[in-house]
């Protein structure tokens, strides 16, 4: 029943998005462009052209940075873990900061900005092997993590004080803001390439990452390849999540705030979490794009009302709830 009313929720965020915006688009648009896609009035061109590709991108980056923030959280049993905790936000950031300084296309900035963030995991993986030397591996990822992003951050900052304060710092800027704004149908063909693979990975590893949750003495005592598992949960939710933001820039707090919701709704067992957490990521972030692109004249970066959202809203589920995460 649960997942009924979750799979309802995002329909009707779905419908919604389809008819807010800064065009409106009434429903009797809308069942034109069912009956005769190709009918050629201005409501069918904005659905196939801006809306459509609009919405499908929001989805598929909500239920990437979701699934990879629930998959973070049961990997490393901690309920603060996020997506960018091994530095794939923040290295793909620092890609797309050089690209655009750079003066490299849309395309590339993608590429550079996705390439970017792997090898910034990449480096995190490496110092965790190279420093770790018998200690808690987990904590080793973690640790390396913090110093990589914190290395990436300092670059980010660097480019945005060299850059030209008349194009391209503004322009690094509203990047790293995020924003569902430049989507287009050529970049749903990116995300269809490796958004719903590495789900499917995660789904496949579901009752490994129900074991991992209880800690790596507990899981290698039932027979799980430990350091096998945690690699190829590491590079799927690496891959999803530099794939949302060479896209979408840095959204935060959707794969914190969304997995530890979906927690509360469904419960731990990672069966149904995990596509639990897939379905109420999209929901979100079509909801925060709409009000992204009609709250005000201009359109508000996602990355703002992510933030203005869901740390208040983790905070009140810090002081609210009384159960455990897990």
């Known amino acids: 029943m649960k997942f009924v009313l979750l799979s309802l929720l995002l329909v009707v965020v779905t419908v919604a998005s389809v008819v807010l915006g800064r065009y409106h688009i009434s429903i009797a648009a809308w069942r034109r462009f069912l009956l005769d896609p190709r009918n050629g009035d201005v409501a069918t061109a904005v659905l196939l052209r801006v809306r459509l590709p609009r919405i499908l991108g929001g989805i598929l980056i909500g239920a990437g940075l979701s699934a990879s923030g629930a998959a973070y959280q049961g990997l490393f049993r901690n309920p603060m873990v996020s997506p960018d905790l091994l530095g794939a936000s923040a290295g793909a950031g620092l890609g797309a900061s050089v690209a655009i300084l750079l003066n490299c296309g849309a395309a590339a900035i993608q590429g550079i900005s996705f390439l970017a963030g792997l090898g910034a995991v990449g480096l995190t993986c490496f110092v965790a092997g190279r420093v770790r030397r018998g200690n808690d591996p987990v904590l080793a990822m973690v640790l390396s993590g913090v110093m990589v992003a914190s290395i990436c951050s300092a670059l980010v900052s660097l480019t945005k004080t060299v850059a030209d304060p008349e194009v391209k710092l503004p322009a690094i800027t509203f990047w790293l803001m995020g924003s569902l704004a430049s989507i287009d149908n050529t970049n749903i063909v990116w995300l269809l390439a490796l958004i719903p693979v590495g789900i499917l990975v995660l789904m496949f590893m ?43 820039g840095m959204i935060g707090w959707v794969g914190l705030v969304i997995p530890h919701l979906t927690r509360m709704i469904i419960g731990p067992n990672y069966k149904g979490l995990l596509p639990a957490s897939v379905i109420l990521g999209s929901a979100y972030m079509l909801l925060v794009d709409d009000i992204s692109r009609s709250a005000t004249a201009g359109e508000i970066p996602l990355g703002i009302l992510t933030h203005l959202i869901g740390a208040p809203f983790f905070l009140y589920l810090l002081v609210r709830t009384k159960q455990g995460w897990a």
Do not use: Q, Y
């Open 206 to 248: 579901r009752w490994k990452l129900n074991v991992l949750s209880m800690g790596e003495e507990e899981a290698a005592s039932l027979g799980v390849d430990t350091r096998r598992a945690r690699w190829i949960v590491v590079l799927s939710a690496t891959v999803l999540t530099t794939a949302a933001v060479s896209l979408s």
